[in-house]
């Protein structure tokens, strides 16, 4: 079993910071692949980056160059470094985790999830 807790999410103007955490409560053994999703107010779930647990990561292209994923494994977190913000990247963000060794994209393929943290752009 999993739990999944975010936090750092709030409010900024465009081209500005914020970070997120998320904290991985987990059995100590096994591949766990943990990713950020996001959903803005009348739209589908969307993949933004994923982190396996040997330190691959992968990226949409909407945040490429922008976002930064990273974890530290002795810690049990997950974070997110966005940088550069935009209005279209407000909504609300949620924590995810797969046991695997090779990250998926789709939501659906999540088996945990935290309960979310709202981002909002204004410009």
């Known amino acids: 079993q999993v739990q999944l807790v975010e936090s750092g999410g709030g409010s900024v103007q465009a081209g500005g910071s914020l970070r997120l955490s998320c904290a991985i409560i987990?059995?100590?053994?096994?591949?766990?692949?943990v990713a950020w999703f996001r959903q803005a107010p009348g739209k589908e779930r969307a993949w933004v980056a994923t982190?396996?647990?040997?330190?691959?990561?992968n990226y949409a292209d909407s945040v490429k160059g922008r976002f930064t994923i990273s974890r530290d494994n002795a810690k049990n977190t997950l974070d997110l470094q966005m940088n550069i913000l935009k209005p279209e990247d407000t909504a609300m963000y949620y924590c995810?985790?797969?046991?695997?060794?090779?990250?998926?994209?789709?939501?659906?393929?999540?088996?945990?999830w935290g309960q979310g943290t709202q981002v909002t752009v204004s410009s």
């Open positions: 982190i396996a647990s040997d330190g691959n990561t």
């Open positions: 987990r059995p100590a053994y096994g591949s766990l692949c």
């Open positions: 995810a985790a797969k046991w695997t060794t090779i990250c998926p994209r789709l939501p659906g393929t999540f088996n945990y």
